[in-house]
Antibody
């Protein structure tokens, strides 16, 4: 079964750091770009970052550039999101997703269950 | 950045109704448009990509259309399991923005 399992969320103080993880199984991890998408409480979805199969290309939404780092460990079939200098605006459910590239760009065809990050003092 | 606007933000419908949701892009995105379904407390699920191609396993009552700046998601005959929030997403250029979502509720 193709599956993504998100973990690592929790309560963190403003200015703090957190590292999210996503464990992949049931597919050849090294064949796919991966992505993080977040959803603030009661809000819509927001794409956060993408990473290429070998980690050589990474892209971020402007609001997290310089604070968040996406990475992957292909030996462990795992995706990560290192989040630093967190603010209340980063409070959200974070989902990892598998990227399927169509002729028209990226499409997120498999999603993790999400992990909740709450930034509060 | 490309802004995506969905309408309506919510709608009430009955089982068997035909439902249409609209998504508008702030600039032309050709047919680089995807749709996702999200049920309360769950992760989104892919529905349609490239504006009109159904994800494997998605019932044929779902259809997508449009190109350029205006797109639609149509459910031809609403079923009980279709009550959910629907999100559009542009895949034309990063950042890959989503609409704010349309919640389909039971009338």
């Amino acid at each position: 079964e193709v599956q993504l399992v998100d973990s690592g969320g929790g309560l963190v103080q403003p200015g703090g750091s957190l590292r999210l993880s996503c464990a992949a199984s049931g597919f050849i991890f090294t064949n796919y770009w991966m992505t993080w998408v977040r959803q603030a409480p009661g809000k819509g979805l927001q794409w956060v970052a993408n990473i290429k199969q070998d980690g050589s290309e990474k892209y971020y939404v402007d609001s997290v550039k310089g604070r968040f780092t996406i990475s992957r460990d292909n030996d462990k079939n795992s995706l990560y999101l290192q989040m630093n200098s967190l603010t209340a605006e980063d409070t959200a459910m974070y989902y990892c997703a598998r990227v399927k590239w169509t002729s028209n760009g990226p499409y997120f065809d498999v999603w993790g269950q999400g992990t909740l990050v709450t930034v509060s003092s | 950045d490309i802004q995506m606007t969905q309408s309506p933000s919510s709608l009430s419908a009955s089982v068997g109704d035909r439902v249409t949701i609209t998504c508008r892009a702030s600039q032309s995105i050709s047919d680089h448009l995807n749709w996702y379904q999200q049920k309360q407390g769950k992760a989104p699920k892919p529905l349609i990509y490239d504006a009109s191609t159904l994800q494997s396993g998605v019932p044929s009552r779902f259809s997508g259309g449009g190109s350029g700046t205006d797109f639609t998601l149509t459910i031809s005959s609403l079923q009980p399991e279709d009550f959910a929030t629907y999100h559009c997403q542009q895949s034309y250029t990063a950042p890959y923005s989503f609409g704010q979502g349309t919640k389909v509720e039971s009338k």
